[in-house]
């Protein structure tokens, strides 16, 4: 039931781009974008329904593939503040969320 | 605006103690609630979640409880803790189909 996500780690410099792929052996409702600063709590990134939805801010965008079951992150240009951990959480009809392992994302200046 | 409470930040609790930990959104009405546990440098697992008052579903069948006394109320508690329920502990409200907004957590240590 969770959802696999890979890589388990990146590490960049600054300026350079990154994707993280999420991915469910089980149809899906939506996919949750969050991201975890070190001893805090998960912010709220974006939500993508099905239909093959994609959405961006600023210069973080992602996309969702119904049929594949999987999702995608991007980061482009990667800033410094950008480090932390990236969880994708799969929905399926019930309004509850399964998050995955996280990403381990860390920006180098 | 919607903002969610959660206390107390940190705890340190010797083994058979009970625990209590709250939750409360403000802003919203009818949220549903959740109430996740983080092992540290590990992912998010899902304990118990909410969608009405006294109406609560349990996902991994532990030495927790949960309980929903108010629209906007919702409580973690134990009888006997365990050193294995030390952790991250998050309660977080949602809108239906809406994204997650978290509490800034409870770091509780068993001892």
């Known amino acids: 039931q969770q959802p696999v996500q890979s890589p388990q780690a990146v590490i960049l410099r600054e300026g350079e781009d990154a994707v993280i792929n999420c991915s469910s052996s089980k149809a899906l409702y939506s996919v949750h974008w969050y991201r975890q600063k070190h001893g805090e709590a998960p912010v709220f990134l974006m939500i993508?329904?099905?239909?093959?939805e994609q959405k961006g801010h600023d210069k973080i965008s992602a996309s969702f593939n119904e049929k594949k079951q999987q999702s995608s992150l991007y980061l482009t240009a990667s800033q410094l503040s950008y480090s932390g951990t990236y969880f994708c959480g799969t929905e399926r009809s019930d309004d509850k969320i399964i998050f995955g392992k996280g990403t381990r994302l860390h920006i180098l200046p | 605006s919607q903002t969610i409470h959660q206390w107390p930040a940190t705890l340190v609790q010797p083994v058979g103690s009970p625990l209590s930990l709250e939750c409360t959104v403000e802003?919203?009405?009818?949220?549903?609630l959740y109430w996740y546990r983080q092992a540290a440098g590990r992912g998010l697992q899902l304990l118990f979640y909410s969608i009405g008052i006294d109406q609560i579903s349990s996902e991994v069948p532990q030495n927790l409880s949960a309980s929903r006394p108010q629209d906007r109320q919702f409580i973690l508690s134990s009888k006997k803790l365990l050193l294995s329920d030390s952790g991250f502990y998050l309660c977080?409200?949602?809108?239906?189909?809406?994204?997650?907004?978290f509490g800034s957590g409870t770091r509780l240590t068993v001892v």
């Open positions: 977080a409200w949602s809108a239906q189909f809406g994204g997650y907004t």
């Open positions: 802003g919203t009405s009818n949220p549903n």
């Open positions: 993508l329904l099905k239909g093959g």
